[in-house]
């Protein structure tokens, strides 16, 4: 399970199609040892990365919900300092067998490669959008950090995905980029400060098809 939301507000929890920026910088922070309350330059340079989604699977949108209450000889403290005997339910939308591949691109090598080290030997727990939804298997690739364009290198990755019984590798995946020219959809989730003070600016992402590179079955004579 994973949870991707840029447009939460109190008991409404929602989730993007795929994984946000913000969430991925905060992923990348948790494994780096930054806390929620530092806005430092490593930070910033993180932010400032162009990042790019690959959609292996796109998973199945579901909902939950929470409900906070008290016992019936009991009261609730509202956030206002009021009393209250009502239990509050709080919906939680997230994603389910979902698959994405993840590049970040700059020009600072040494960056990834800290990053990339970090994903490996995090300093605190990772999760995918939500401290409950921890990962399965490691998030990053053997040969995560390469010297190729982002979008040339994901169409070149192989298909993450484990194929099921009814499943082969698609011929193309959507690819969502993030946008230098300010075309494409409006995301509201760039960095702008310390997860704590939580500011977030606008960013443009586009979406394209990329044929994806087939592995050969036997080897060339």
């Given at each position: 399970m994973q949870s991707w939301g840029t447009t939460s507000r109190f008991d409404q929890r929602d989730?993007?199609?795929e994984p946000s920026k913000s969430g991925v910088v905060g992923l990348l922070a948790a494994a780096l040892g930054i806390d929620r309350e530092v806005w430092n330059d490593e930070l910033k340079s993180l932010a400032?990365?162009?990042?790019?989604?690959?959609?292996?699977?796109?998973?199945?949108?579901?909902?939950?919900?929470?409900?906070?209450?008290?016992?019936?000889?009991?009261?609730?403290?509202?956030?206002?300092?009021?009393?209250?005997d009502d239990g509050v339910t709080s919906q939680r939308h997230y994603l389910a067998d979902a698959v994405f591949l993840v590049g970040l691109e700059g020009a600072d090598r040494s960056l990834l490669e800290v990053a990339h080290a970090a994903l490996q030997n995090p300093v605190w727990p990772l999760a995918l959008g939500r401290k409950s939804y921890v990962p399965s298997e490691f998030v990053c690739l053997d040969d995560g950090v390469v010297d190729a364009p982002l979008r040339e290198t994901l169409a070149a990755t192989p298909w993450i995905s484990s194929p099921r019984r009814?499943?082969?590798?698609?011929?193309?995946?959507?690819?969502s980029i993030e946008s230098a020219d300010g075309s494409g959809a409006l995301r509201m989730d760039q960095p702008l400060s310390s997860f704590a003070v939580r500011r977030f600016g606008a960013r443009y992402v586009r979406s394209e098809w990329v044929a994806l590179q087939q592995e050969q079955a036997h080897a060339p004579l």
């Open positions: 989730t993007g199609k400032a990365l162009t990042m790019a989604v690959r959609h292996d699977r796109p998973g199945v949108l579901k909902r939950d919900y929470q409900t906070a209450g008290c016992a019936a000889t009991d009261k609730m403290r509202r956030a206002d300092g009021s009393l209250s009814w499943e082969s590798a698609p011929e193309r995946l959507l690819v």
